[in-house]
């Protein structure tokens, strides 16, 4: 979650089960589940001022076990057809009067009528959960994946009704909305990598891909409403264990092709997945939920449990529940403290780079995101000396970094694991000297000082315009420092 804003000191960690594999709208049922209000996502569905658009959460149950469902409604029907259990506790919110309704927690509303008519033939997205074995007669098999492949011409508009809408058309509706800048960001970061994905998949340029009518609402809801959960929770920390993918075949456009399809396989890359059957079990729009949203992939870390949050997806799978759970708690064994992070360790020996490689080596690493970078002299197989590179970046940059890593040094692999940093409380200011003004960085742990240090490239400068040398401006930022008390 790293474009996001910096997790709350209080905040907490959240882990993803996925037995059932994961869709938008199990995300967000699960979310819901654990406590979040729905005005969180009807205030950003709000935002989009998307016509005939509503949303609504109901209780259900799920091979045997009661959790949220989340459905997204156009023109008072569910987008992707009815539930089984279709007409009851449903409680229905209009994003466009947001404001007007209490924050009610899911299951505690007054029933109302949560049916309505199924949608007009277009077939279900498959940006949701648990589609149809076949296409429905008459619908087009691609709405189920939200995506169609071809020729933009035309794009629908601001209206639902239309045949389409292009990634640029959802890319500005976002972009002009009234959306908070972090949810914003967030939302067109995510649309961006799902295009991208199903246009590599389909060797296409990604202006020719464009998403179902039906599909596009329905995805702008989830991945919107995603974006809007992660900045409510803000979690410390959110990882996820293994994904069932399912099993067998998906129906699309293209014809059947094995689960998961192209676009999904594409996006979980690095993520540990497994087959077990029940059919396309992680659609599009789960799979770019996991590659963006997701810290890191392990098994259920330990942690003092706080709460547990179960989003169900459509339909009924025969032997598990079709859903998703999201659990919440305070990390046991990891640093509790603000200042603390988890970061990524890089490393790989080297020992056939010239001596000038290693600074072009050093400074591309820091110029992408690297938060340090050292080289260490090492004795390699057969008595050759060599380099051990060592490079230290945020663990969602891992995989950026280490492929940079190997390009520019020539180095065969690199080995790679997490750890935990204790970080000081860092501030910049500045003090005045007699060459002019240099910026100082301070460092506090706890409240308490220390270390003040001048910034080198502000020395270097000053020392370059007067002609003096480099220690004389920084022994003068020093004493600045001492006179201030921050030395």
């Known amino acids: 979650m790293d474009a996001g804003r910096e997790p709350r000191r209080d905040a907490l960690d959240y ?3 996925c037995p ?37 959460v109901r209780r259900a149950l799920r091979g045997g076990l009661a959790g949220t469902r989340f459905r997204v409604l156009l023109d008072g029907a569910p987008v992707e057809g009815p539930d089984p259990e279709e007409g009851e506790g449903a409680q229905r919110l209009d994003p466009h009067d947001a404001h007007g309704h209490p924050d009610v927690p899911a299951g505690e509303a007054d029933a109302e ?3 309505g008519p199924a949608p007009a033939s277009g077939g279900e997205p498959a940006g949701r959960h648990g589609a149809d074995p076949e296409p429905a007669s008459g619908t087009d098999a691609s709405g189920r994946h939200g995506l169609l492949l071809g020729a933009v011409g035309g794009d629908a508009g601001g209206h639902p009704h239309g045949h389409g809408r ?9 972009g002009e909305s009234g ?3 972090a949810v914003k960001e967030r939302s067109l970061r995510l649309f961006r990598r799902l295009g991208e994905a199903e246009a590599g998949a389909h060797g296409v340029p990604i202006e020719t891909v464009h998403f179902h009518e039906l599909g596009a609402v329905d995805s702008i809801v989830d991945l919107v409403g995603a974006a809007a959960a992660v900045e409510h929770l803000r979690p410390a920390r959110l990882t996820c264990g293994r994904v069932n993918v399912g099993g067998g075949t998906t129906a699309t456009a293209h014809g059947r092709l094995p689960v998961p399809p192209p676009a999904a396989a594409a996006l979980l890359f690095g993520v540990p997945v497994y087959g077990g059957g029940g059919g396309e079990l992680v659609t599009p729009t789960g799979a770019v939920l996991l590659a963006e949203l997701v810290d890191a992939f392990e098994e259920l870390p330990p942690m003092a449990l706080e709460g547990t949050g179960l989003g169900h997806g459509r339909r009924e799978i025969a032997g598990w529940p079709n859903s998703v759970r999201l659990l919440r708690g305070r990390r046991l064994g ?21 001596g000038e490689g290693f600074g072009h080596l050093m400074e591309r690493l820091l110029e992408e995101g690297a938060l340090d970078a050292y080289f260490t002299p090492v004795q390699m197989k057969k008595s050759r000396p060599g380099t051990l590179v060592t490079l230290l970046c945020r663990p969602e940059r891992l995989e950026e ?26 501030e ?4 005045a000297t007699r060459f002019g003004a240099v910026r100082v960085k301070r460092a506090r742990l706890g409240g308490r000082p220390l270390a003040s240090a001048p910034e080198y490239e502000d020395c270097r400068r000053l020392a370059r315009e007067a002609g003096v040398p480099w220690r004389e401006v920084y022994g003068a930022a020093l004493a600045a420092l001492a006179a201030e008390g921050g030395a």
């Open 179 to 181: 959306l908070d800048g």
């Open 20 to 56: 059932s594999g994961l869709a938008g709208d199990m995300f967000l049922g699960a979310c819901l589940d654990l406590g979040m209000p729905l005005a969180v996502i009807a205030d950003a569905v709000a935002k989009l001022e998307l016509p005939g658009v509503t949303v609504e």
């Open 15 to 17: 882990h993803l089960q």
């Open 334 to 354: 990891a640093p509790a403290a603000a200042g603390r992070g988890r970061v990524a360790v890089i490393e790989a020996e080297i020992d056939d780079l010239p």
């Open 113 to 115: 009528d949560g049916g």
């Open 428 to 431: 910049t200011g500045e003090v």
């Open 401 to 426: 970094l280490a492929a940079l890593l190997l390009a520019e040094s020539g180095a065969l692999g690199c080995r790679y694991y997490e750890a935990w940093r204790l970080e000081a409380e860092r």
């Open 166 to 174: 292009s990634l640029a058309s959802i890319e500005r509706l976002i």
